[in-house]
């Protein structure tokens, strides 16, 4: 399977995001690159209690994107991260999916820095 930088619209190491700022504590942040395109590559961003983690908007599943609606990405108790086409769950640090059709997997994890207040996409791992 290809990574995510391969993938067409991947916004390169460098490019900017948002200010921290604009995440809330346990909320998601999303982004699309390459607009209204059926192949647009699709982000969030997670803030982990000051900890930013980002994902791949994409289930393991059926490579589709996880929510049908903007920044629908929790459970109803927000303990996870659920695929609203199948409802598998996320575990929120680590991406890995621990119940569904692709339990065992994980969303692919995109670096992310931190510079200054501002959140770009770091350098391929
Ligand atoms: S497409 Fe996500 S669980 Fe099936």
Redesign the pocket.
């Known amino acids: 399977m290809s990574q995510w930088f391969e993938q067409r619209h991947a916004p390169l190491p460098g490019t900017y995001l948002c200010l921290k700022t604009e995440i809330d504590n346990n909320r998601v942040k999303e982004f699309r690159f390459g607009g209204e395109s059926p192949f647009a590559f699709r982000m969030f961003i997670y803030n982990d209690n000051g900890t930013f983690k980002a994902y791949r908007n994409s289930?393991?599943?059926?490579?589709?994107p996880?929510n049908h609606n903007p920044d629908d990405l929790f459970t109803s108790d927000a303990g996870y991260f659920q695929?609203?086409?199948?409802?598998?769950k996320f575990e929120k640090d680590s991406g890995l999916?621990i119940s569904?059709?692709?339990e065992g997997q994980a969303l692919e994890s995109i670096p992310i820095e931190l510079e200054g207040e501002r959140l770009i996409i770091g350098n391929k791992n």
């Open positions: 289930c393991p599943h059926y490579d589709v996880l695929c609203m086409t199948h409802f598998a999916c569904g059709p692709c």
